[in-house]
C-alpha cells in the first residue's frame, strides 16, 4: 500500500517561487523549478535561502555560517551579507513539473 503525502500539511505557510538561471545546478535546483519556502529570517548555516541582495535582487542561494551567500553553480557566486539585504526565508522543497 501506498504512503500518502499531504501537500497542505507539509508546505503550510510557505510560498512558491520559480527558479530563474543554473546557478544552483549542483544543489539540484534547475531553471524552471519551484521552490517551495518557508518564513526564517535567521536559517541556520548551511541551509538554501532566498534572499534579496541589494543591486542584485531576489536570489536562491547557500549561506554558509561566516554569513556568506553563495552557489556552487558554474558561477560560483559569493556574496557577504550586509545592510541593504534581507532572508526571506529557507528551502523545504523542489517542485519540478514534468511536461
Do not use: Q
Request: some cysteine.
Amino acid at each position: 500500500e501506498g504512503e500518502y503525502l499531504s501537500v497542505t500539511e507539509a508546505f503550510r505557510d510557505c510560498v512558491a517561487y520559480t527558479v530563474s538561471g543554473i546557478s544552483m545546478i549542483d544543489d539540484a535546483i534547475l531553471d524552471g523549478d519551484r521552490i517551495i519556502v518557508r518564513s526564517n529570517d535567521a536559517p541556520p548555516a548551511g541551509s538554501v535561502v532566498v534572499a534579496y541582495v541589494d543591486g542584485n535582487g531576489t536570489v536562491v542561494k547557500r549561506l554558509d555560517a561566516n554569513g556568506y551567500l553563495r552557489s556552487r553553480g558554474p558561477d560560483r557566486w559569493i556574496h557577504r551579507l550586509d545592510d541593504g539585504d534581507r532572508i526571506y526565508g529557507v528551502l523545504v522543497g523542489v517542485v519540478r513539473l514534468i511536461t
